[in-house]
């Protein structure tokens, strides 16, 4: 079975502070695909990054990084500097190898909530 | 190009009404599915489909409809509405192929009350 945990419901913070999303996985897959997407207020689904499993290189855009850790099963997303634009749900999602039609697993969401 | 568009944006039903909620992505991606978001419970697929002519069921499925019998277009149908199906309801398409990863790009949402 596959699965997705986000056990933050909900985060508030204050502007500038950093704050990490955690996200734990569950796939007996060897091979799988794990992504972020921010719902913000709005409500659109937006992609942020896409991690292959073989590929546990941290990565970091701009005041994102995320780090990828096989041994702990484990996805985090870390905003640094937090802004009051990043206020939005946050999703994990994990795709499976063999998950015919690109289909997505979702956690619950984390609410982060920044205030000024 | 547009990406993937959703119609209606709101739309209000009564029990044992039936509706279809399109679909459109213009990206000639071959993947399409459908995802229903309710609070606390992050996003559930409904049904999907890797290819005109081809679809399947997802983890919640019962009470929907779907066919697709072109590249572009995904609807998804209420049979006959229940209040349980309130909610709001994504489309999402994505490119078969590994060196994309088959990320998937979402719709706007369809937002649907059942009353």
């Known amino acids: 079975a596959q699965k997705v945990t986000q056990a933050q419901t909900e985060i508030s913070v204050v502007e500038k502070e950093d704050v990490t999303l955690d996200c734990v996985y569950e796939?007996?897959?060897?091979?799988?695909?794990l992504f972020w997407y921010k719902q913000p207020p709005s409500g659109e689904l937006v992609f942020l990054i896409r991690?292959?499993?073989?590929?546990?290189q941290n990565e970091i855009s701009g005041r994102y990084s995320w780090n990828f850790q096989k041994s702990t099963s484990s996805f985090n997303f870390t905003i640094t500097a937090s802004q009051v634009v990043d206020s939005a749900v946050y999703f994990c999602?994990?795709?499976?190898?063999?998950?015919?039609?690109?289909?997505?697993?979702f956690g619950q969401g984390t609410e982060l909530s920044v205030k000024p | 190009n547009a990406g993937v568009t959703q119609t209606p944006k709101f739309q209000v039903l009564k029990t044992g009404q039936s509706m279809t909620l399109q679909c459109a992505q213009d990206?000639?991606?071959?993947?399409m599915s459908w995802y229903r978001q309710d609070p606390g419970m992050g996003l559930r697929l409904i049904h999907y489909?890797?290819?005109?002519?081809?679809?399947d069921q997802g983890e919640v499925p019962n009470g929907y409809n779907v066919s697709r019998s072109t590249t572009e277009d995904f609807p998804l149908r209420l049979l006959s509405a229940a209040p349980s199906q309130t909610s709001v309801y994504f489309c999402?398409?994505?490119?078969?192929?590994?060196?994309?990863?088959?990320?998937?790009?979402f719709g706007p949402g369809t937002r649907l009350l059942v009353l």
């Open positions: 999402a398409s994505s490119r078969r192929g590994r060196e994309t990863g088959e990320t998937q790009y």
């Open positions: 796939t007996r897959d060897t091979t799988y695909y």
């Open positions: 991690r292959n499993s073989f590929d546990e």
């Open positions: 999602a994990l795709r499976g190898f063999y998950n015919q039609g690109g289909k997505l697993i």
């Open positions: 990206m000639n991606h071959e993947y």
């Open positions: 489909s890797v290819g005109a002519g081809i679809t």
